[in-house]
């Protein structure tokens, strides 16, 4: 099964720690990862175009990341990169450096090569460190290694299918998301190191989510969510971070240009301060922000809407409250205060942090709230 990856947001709680030892390596002989990606190259290139035209950024970008990999790591790759015109928030990477990016993603990546860099960087170190292989042979030990019942179709088709006991899916779930984390690492170090800055890598995970691309809460996830990737990464960001401005003094200069607003929002409180009036507030935290942003409270009828195209317009809409904010500490509260939130004709559920144009940096759902 091919590693899917960034557009899926799915089950916190990873546990790298306790999967370290039971990561199978690969052997040097170990050919069945290129062998199916070559028999399903052609199945694949059918259904994908170049990326050249609207998409030439991705494909400069792609070039530009795998130009930084150590030549004897990919001596026997065939390094693509191919848009999947579906218009799907996906990429995904084969075994023999082919790298698919579903055209919704490469849309919301648009002109900007540090979100290009993001997204391909991740890709690539997948392929680097034979995610499918290693997920592969981690199938078959547990096949071999335990009395769960595992039924093993092509390991090189998408969306193959497989049944197990309940401890097998979660053990298998929990193994995935340990290889997304250590990819998500890897791919900081490899994009820093071709001149983009990676704070575009949480800027692309909040946009996603702004997006509305949500998942599971099922211990049978295959990805972390986006708040468990940030901090799970934190220190990859800061060592990423240091080599990149070791590189890039003078960040305007990289190829990515300087690094974007990045908005961290933890997860909205709200407590009754009397008998009609609550108190809703969202701790935020501001990266690269140079002026202020917009704390949007939004009511439901607009959801769909707001997440299928992340931006809002200059005027307020019913349905919502704004606040600005210079969002100047190390951790700023906004705060509002509600009216009985009983009697509103309007149920409040989420909250965005917009940019000046418009555009949603983050987003957060509300806790449930009183009736």
Known sequence: MWIRTITVLLLCGLEPAAFAQSTPQVPRNF?????TAARLRPQLTEASVPASGRYLTGRLVFDRVVGQVNPASSRKLAW???IVENDQLNAYSSPD???YVESGLANLAGPSSGLWAAILSHEIAHVLRRDWARRYLYQKQMESGSSATIVLGDPGLPGDSWTDSTKASADLGRFCRQLEIEADRDGLMLMAKAGYHPDFVPALHHQLHAHGVAGSTSLYAMHPCWDERDHELSQAYTEA??????RWPEWYASPGGNPPVVVFADPPTIKKT???EWRLQIPIRCQNLAGAVEVVLRADAQREETMRAAKFSDAPHEGEIRQLTGCTSPKTTVTFDLADIGN???HW????VVDAWGSVLARADLPKLPH
Do not use: C, H, P
Not at 31 to 35: A, G
Not at 349 to 352: A, L
């Open 31 to 35: 050919k069945l990862d290129i062998e």
């Open 80 to 82: 693509q990169l191919r």
């Open 97 to 99: 450096g082919s790298v």
């Open 241 to 246: 971070s240091i080599d990149f401005a070791r």
């Open 274 to 276: 009397n008998s009609r």
């Open 344 to 346: 509103q004709r309007f």
């Open 349 to 352: 559920t989420d909250v965005y």
